[in-house]
T-cell receptor, first 113, second 112 residues
Framework: DGGITQSPKYLFRKEGQNVTLSCEQN?????MYWYRQDPGQGLRLIYY???????QKGDIAEGYSVSREKKESFPLTVTSAQKNPTAFYLC????????????FGSGTRLTVV | DQQVKQNSPSLSVQEGRISILNCDYT??????FLWYKKYPAEGPTFLIS?????DKNEDGRFTVFLNKSAKHLSLHIVPSQPGDSAVYFC???????????FGQGTRLTINP
């Protein structure tokens, strides 16, 4: 079945550490996205990529980094510069035009301990 | 600047009655609108969409209405069922742009 796989589902990070969240899709979608969800704040865009080896900052990119070396993969690194990283992270993908809508992964819950 | 707004953070409806979720937008370039449903600790799933050339789209118990002059859309769920309890996000896109702009979400609770 085609879809998006995010791993791990739960992740714990010590303060000062970098962590990488995995996102893999087999839908042959060109575009991929990372969102962060906090209570009462909806979905906020962190980074997005329209094509391999290219990506753009979203609304809240500070403290995050991404790479897009393969069409299927769009990992997100939460760096120590991110002051409040505890959140639910969602990865999504879409065909070239977003009018077809996004397909979302099941999310990763990151907690700083 | 919040281009897509869902002004009601929560809504409580009795089972069997109609649920109406509202969404307002400010960008006149938006020409495609979607509703997503999200359960806790899961990713959002696509529910229903509407193009700006239409003012209504139905899919079973779900109907989306679009009022372009008011820059307003609404999602009607009839009849409401306990499994409809979730957070609902509206989203918009325009001009072939690849980014969807999401509202803040409305938590719908269906009471038995």
């Amino acid at each position: 079945d085609g879809g998006i796989t995010q791993s791990p589902k739960y992740l714990f990070r010590k303060e000062g550490q970098n962590v990488t969240l995995s996102c893999e899709q087999n839908l042959n979608h060109d575009a991929m996205y990372w969102y962060r969800q906090d209570p009462g704040q909806g979905l906020r865009l962190i980074y997005y990529s329209q094509i391999v080896n290219d990506f753009q900052k979203g609304d809240i990119a500070e403290g995050y980094s991404v790479s897009r070396e393969k069409k299927e993969s769009f990992p997100l690194t939460v760096t120590s510069a991110q002051k409040n990283p505890t959140a639910f992270y969602l990865c999504a993908s879409s065909p070239q035009v977003a009018n077809y809508g996004y397909t979302f992964g099941s999310g990763t819950r990151l907690t700083v301990v | 600047d919040q281009q897509v707004k869902q002004n009601s953070p929560s809504l409580s409806v009795q089972e069997g009655r109609i649920s109406i979720l509202n969404c307002d937008y400010t960008n006149s370039m938006f020409d495609y609108f979607l509703w997503y449903k999200k359960y806790p600790a899961e990713g959002p799933t696509f529910l229903i969409s509407i193009s700006s050339i239409k003012d209504k789209n139905e899919d079973g118990r779900f109907t989306v209405f679009l009022n372009k002059s008011a820059k307003h859309l609404s999602l009607h769920i009839v009849p409401s069922q306990p499994g409809d309890s979730a957070v609902y996000f509206c989203a918009a896109s325009g001009g072939g742009a690849q980014k969807l702009v999401f509202g803040q979400g409305t938590r719908l609770t269906i009471n038995p």
